[in-house]
Structures are given as C-alpha cells and as structure tokens.
C-alpha cells in the first residue's frame, strides 16, 4: 500500500485523496505593501495566479510553498540533480535556479498539469509500465524533464553524443542518456527510465 | 540568501543606469548567480533583471560572420544551424557543458561571467582570495586536482569553468559591451578574462555597469575545428582539461592552427606559442608533439593535479592529429 501511494504521489505529483491542492493560507506572502516584495503573475497548468512575493522566492519556492503544487521536489537546490524540473514556456528549468520573479507573465507546467481529462501523459504510464522509479522522488523532475528532452529532441537540438551536429539527432538509448544527464536518481532506476522515454515513443518516427 | 531589491528594467540605456548604483548585480539566467548567492559568496543588495532585453537573437554580420546576442541562450546557440555548419567547435563545447536544463535557462553573456567552481571559493567558511581579497588560498594547501597548471598566482590557483568561453577563444571573438556613459566598445575574447596575479577578486576587466551585449563571431576559419573535452564523468561534468582547435593543413603544410584550453588556468588558455610553432610546418605527429610541449612549457602543478600537465600535452597532441587525419 505505501508503494502504491509512493507510485500515486510521483507519476501524478499529488498525495494520494489530495485534490488540485489550493493555496496554504499561512505560507502567503506578506502583503503587497511590504516594501521590496514583487508582484508575479504565473499561469501555472493553465491557471493564472497573482503572487505578491519576497523577491528571494524561487520559481520552485513559489510553486510548493505558495501554490501548495508540491509535485516538483526540492532536491539539491542548486541545479545539480534535477528533482525541481518544470516547463517554463514549454522548455524544461531547474525551477530552483529561476527567480519566481524573473518569470512573472510567463507559462509552467508542473508533473501536476500533465495528465489531461484523468488521463495520464504518455510518459507517467510508461513509467508505471517499466517502473521507472524506486522511490519516486526524483520522478517528477525526470518526466518533466522527458517531456522537454522529447520536444528538444524533434526540434533537432545536438546533444554531446550526437555524432553528426549538422543532422538531425536520433531518439537512440545514448542519446537519451546524455539528454537526461541532468536528472540524477539515487535509486539508480536508470534502465528502467531510458525504457520509459524509449517505449512513450513507440509509434513515433525516427 | 540575504535580502534584495529586484527591477527588471525595459531599455539597456535604462539598465546599465540601474546597475551602476552600489549592490547593484545584473541578473540574466541566474543559473550561477542565484546558486552563490544561496551559499552566501554573492550577496548582491538590488538585481536588475536583463533577461528580457531584445539580445537574444544570433545574425549575420556584414564580413560573414555571426553576432550572438548576449542573451542567446546556450541552446539557441547549439541549436542554431549557422553555428552547426560554421563553427562546429562552439556548438560542440555548448552541448559538452552543463545540462540540458541548465543550457535552456544560461544565457552567452552570462556564461562567460560565471564564477569559477573552486570548492574553498564556494566555502564561506575558508580563506579565499577570491572571495575575500587577502584572506589567502586555501586551494593551495587544500586539495587541488581541479586547479590550475598554467598563468596561477600564489594568490589564486583557480580555474575559469567554461566550455563555451575556450570555443570562442579559438575563434578569435569578440565581446560587444555597453557602458554606463552610453557608448559601446568592443574587446577581444582572450581580453575579457585576466589571470589572477595578486587580484583574483577579478575575474574580468570589464568596468563596473559594463553589460555584455552581445559576442561577435568573425567568419569562420578555414579547415577542420573540434573542440574535446576530458573530464572525470561522461557527461555533466567540468572539464578536467579541454581544447578547442582549428586546424588548415593544405599540400601537407599547417597554413593556420588555433588553439585554446579550459580546464587549466584562470581564463580560457590561448597557447600562442604553440600556435606560432604549428603555423609553416608539416601536418605530421612530430609537429604536433612539438606544440603539445609548447602548450605546456610553462606549466606548474599543485599537489594533486600533476596528470593535467600530461594531459593537456596528449589532448593538444590527438586533437591535432585527428583533424589532420581522419
């Protein structure tokens, strides 16, 4: 049961009987005539939210604390593991290394906004199908992250193992493992994951 | 991380104006200032956001070449297919740094100003002279295998930790500054950075206020380019060494060779030397052994990072004969 609830919390980024969570009232900002705080707009899983924050506030801060989504994991909180990966304009950040700030009027999907209508995305039910995870805490961060590595890979983007950067790159195991290198998982459930994002393509080009 | 104040102002006239008050930091990515400012090394008092000002666009220039603009991020300039064709090396050391993450979010301007990694500079708790100008180095009773072989100081043995830097180097660019009184000035790519003598809290020479606008790429060199990269790990990983090299051999004869080298001094290496060997003779392994020890004449180690000087002569010496050959 404790697997499965772990499974739940990391392939849809919620804890098991939790709704679309909703604001914290007490982890709100100070009011809007604190001197220093910013005003942010954020769209965030196609929902606009005005924030007023202490202009310190991570993108990633702003996501857990003010807007209760705490699907995305604070890991290192210093770029390096990748547990804090969103889609900032449909590309993926490290939301611990972003301003909330910096991104006012901007778009950000988090694991919470990938599955449409009840349906999950491609690939969280490829990572349930290989079981892509042990732990699951990294698991946000790395669908994101698939997600925006996916989208790269079709726009062509060169990667360090593309062998020839004029062409357009392959979605091959070693392409995949270099594209990912910014996802660390402690658990080691690498295998599993390059399966995942290899299988979410099944029936694609290429 | 300590408080500040935070503008994102819509001009560049109107920003280098903001950034010239005291505390004040530009803020583009963020990828490595908001990282030190985490750790408490940067503790700006007032961040004026760039990172929406119209520098993000790669043209061509008028003599065939390519100017980047400062905002480019670092996938914008892998990904740009001018950049792939012309300057393969500058697209092969982007995709070699960092993470794919990290490389949406970083900025070109913000690349070349990234601190070094120096764990002791990280380490607010150590002397650093880099840090905290005459406090001392502790790198240099510390451990020290990623530091510097060439250009160190007794003051400062760090290493600059960019890949993108060393390409641009070996391309002969140019950084486009804005300065506070208005006007632009242009400056070679090998004068952006300076080695550490006894100031190493500089990393650059820009003035305080001065915003790199852009990078100017001249038209690419003839022959055959590469940039390699060795590090501890086979991706997302600071080079323990890195060349980047142009190589024109015609009739068996070396007509041009550029090189430079990350990983081992306190800016981007521009081994000219070994450049000026290369230039005349024949494009064969006896030339190429002869500017790998060119490269590292000079070099000095530390306690733990003796293998760099080894290393940097073999990469040298295999980077050339590869372009020469295959």
Redesign the interface.
């Known amino acids: 049961m404790l697997g499965m609830a772990s499974l739940v919390t990391a392939v849809l980024g919620r804890q098991l009987q939790a709704q679309q969570p909703q604001a914290n009232p007490s982890l709100q900002t100070k009011p809007a005539t604190a001197p220093g705080n910013v005003a942010v707009r954020l769209t965030v899983n196609g929902q606009v939210h005005d924030l007023t924050l202490d202009p310190r506030t991570t993108l990633l801060d702003a996501l857990r604390d003010h807007l209760g989504l705490t699907g995305t994991k604070k890991g290192c909180d210093h770029g390096q593991c990748g547990a804090c990966t969103v889609l900032v304009n449909g590309q993926r950040f490290n939301a611990c290394l972003s301003l909330a700030a910096q991104r006012d009027g901007e778009s950000v999907v988090t694991i919470e906004g990938l599955a449409e209508s009840g349906r999950l995305h491609p690939l969280q039910q490829a990572f349930i199908k290989h079981d892509g995870f042990q732990c699951g805490y990294c698991t946000p961060g790395q669908i994101c992250s698939a997600v925006g590595m996916l989208d790269e890979l079709e726009r062509g983007i060169p990667s360090a193992v593309s062998p020839h950067l004029a062409a357009a790159p392959e979605a091959s195991v070693d392409e995949i493992r270099e594209r990912m290198s910014g996802n660390i998982c402690r658990c080691s459930a690498y295998p599993n994951i390059v399966a995942a994002i290899l299988d979410s393509r099944a029936g694609r080009p290429g | 991380?300590r408080?500040?104040?935070?503008e994102?102002p819509d001009s560049i006239a109107a920003a280098v104006q903001a950034a010239s008050q005291p505390g004040a930091v530009f803020?583009a990515g963020?990828?490595n200032l908001?990282?030190l400012m985490?750790v408490d090394v940067e503790r700006p008092r007032h961040?004026v956001?760039v990172?929406r000002l119209p520098l993000r666009n790669i043209t061509e220039t008028d003599d065939g070449g390519l100017r980047v603009g400062a905002l480019a991020s670092n996938?914008d300039v892998?990904?740009d297919?001018r950049v792939?064709?012309r300057y393969?090396l500058l697209?092969?050391a982007v995709?070699?740094g960092?993470?794919?993450?990290?490389r949406?979010?970083a900025t070109t301007g913000g690349n070349l100003l990234q601190r070094t990694r120096c764990p002791y500079f990280y380490d607010v708790a150590m002397p650093c002279n880099k840090r905290k100008p005459g406090s001392g180095c502790s790198a240099l009773q510390g451990y020290n295998r990623m530091h510097a072989i060439l250009g160190a100081s007794t003051d400062c043995i760090a290493v600059h930790p960019s890949d993108m830097a060393v390409a641009m180097t070996a391309l002969h660019a140019e950084v486009e500054l804005h300065t506070p009184s208005g006007a632009d000035r242009r400056l070679p790519i090998s004068e952006l950075h300076r080695l550490p003598g006894e100031a190493p809290d500089h990393d650059t020479t820009l003035a305080p206020g001065e915003l790199i606008t852009a990078v100017i790429l001249p038209p690419a060199p003839s022959g055959r380019q590469v940039y390699r990269k060795v590090r501890d790990r086979?991706?997302?990983a600071f080079a323990l060494v890195s060349v980047a090299a142009v190589l024109d051999v015609v009739d068996g004869t070396v007509r041009d060779a550029r090189l430079a080298l990350g990983g081992v001094a306190h800016k981007p290496w521009h081994p000219r030397e070994a450049e000026r060997e290369l230039v005349g003779a024949p494009a064969q392994p006896d030339s190429f052994e002869t500017a790998g020890q060119a490269v590292v004449k000079d070099a000095e180690a530390q306690r733990d990072n003796e293998f760099k000087i080894p290393l940097a002569q073999r990469l040298v010496v295999r980077t050339l004969s590869d372009l020469a050959g295959g």
């Open positions: 991380m408080a500040f104040t935070y994102r803020i963020g990828t908001l990282d985490k961040l956001d990172s996938t892998a990904a297919s792939r064709q393969p697209a092969q995709v070699n960092a993470s794919a993450q990290l949406n979010q086979a991706s997302y």
